[in-house]
């Protein structure tokens, strides 16, 4: 198995240093109803504006459902379906864009989703799984092939599985599931007291 512990500058919490998103996914080892309940439950708990909660999550596991599993797969494009596959549990976030109390605009619903879905991810890590969340998805079909209302944005598709080896992979995602994790330095994102003022 893979391991790329985040190379910090002070220490974090293990969960948080030890997420991250492989693509090789054991295709015959599943996840169970109590872990999946697990994850849902760290999504659940997340904050958000007016405590809204405005994440759906739509859960497609391959081996009690694999009519939905496939649905979503087919709405990926084609470089997340080469390795997606291999991941028994297939589950699209999405965001209400107004809220429950008052009917208006919520702007924060894509942020608090993906806040939700952080729990989630870090969730499942806590528990020996692996997640890797996509962008690569066609929304219209997944809109149309799963009949999500008007009033709503599908933000991600996240597959959920255990970390299998990288030989498991097509050589063309090798190089990436190898690669040294890599994020922007802190002075880069991260200001002091006004705009582009680096915090070090």
Same mark, same amino acid.
């Given at each position: 198995?893979?391991h790329?512990?985040?190379?910090t500058?002070?220490?974090?919490?293990?969960?948080?240093e030890?997420?991250?998103?492989?693509r &090789?996914?054991?295709?015959?080892k &599943?996840?169970?109803?109590?872990q999946?309940?697990?994850?849902?439950e760290?999504a659940r708990?997340?904050p958000?504006?007016f405590?809204d909660?405005?994440?759906r999550?739509?859960?497609c596991?391959?081996?009690?459902?694999?009519?939905?599993?496939?649905?979503?797969?087919?709405c990926?494009?084609?470089k997340n379906?080469?390795?997606a596959?291999?991941?028994?549990?297939l589950?699209?976030?999405?965001?209400?864009?107004?809220f429950?109390?008052?009917?208006?605009p919520?702007?924060?619903a894509?942020?608090?989703?993906g806040?939700a879905s952080?729990?989630?991810?870090?969730q499942?890590?806590?528990?020996?799984?692996a997640t890797h969340?996509?962008?690569?998805?066609d929304?219209?079909?997944?809109r149309k092939?799963?009949?999500?209302?008007?009033?709503?944005?599908?933000?991600?598709?996240? &597959?959920v599985g255990?970390q &299998?080896d990288?030989?498991?992979l097509?050589?063309?995602f090798k190089?990436?599931e190898q690669?040294?994790?890599?994020r922007?330095?802190?002075?880069?994102?991260?200001?002091?007291g006004?705009?582009?003022?680096?915090?070090?």
């Open positions: 198995m893979q790329k512990p985040a190379t500058r002070e220490k974090i919490h293990d969960i948080i030890q997420r991250w998103s492989p &090789a996914i054991d295709p015959d &599943a996840v169970s109803n109590q999946l309940y697990s994850i849902l760290a708990w997340a958000s504006c405590n909660q405005p994440w999550y739509i859960v596991v391959k081996h009690n459902n694999e009519i939905s599993w496939q649905n979503i797969l087919n990926l494009v084609e379906r080469q390795w596959k291999n991941a028994p549990v589950i699209i976030a999405v965001a209400m864009n107004n429950r109390h008052n009917g208006k919520n702007r924060w894509i942020y608090d989703t806040a952080t729990s989630l991810c870090l499942a890590t806590a528990l020996g799984l969340q996509m962008g690569g998805f929304e219209q079909k997944i092939v799963f009949e999500l209302p008007s009033d709503c944005t599908a933000m991600s598709v996240i &597959a255990y &299998a990288i030989d498991s097509d050589d063309d190089d990436a690669a040294e994790r890599s922007l330095p802190l002075k880069q994102g991260f200001f002091s006004r705009w582009d003022s680096s915090f070090d």
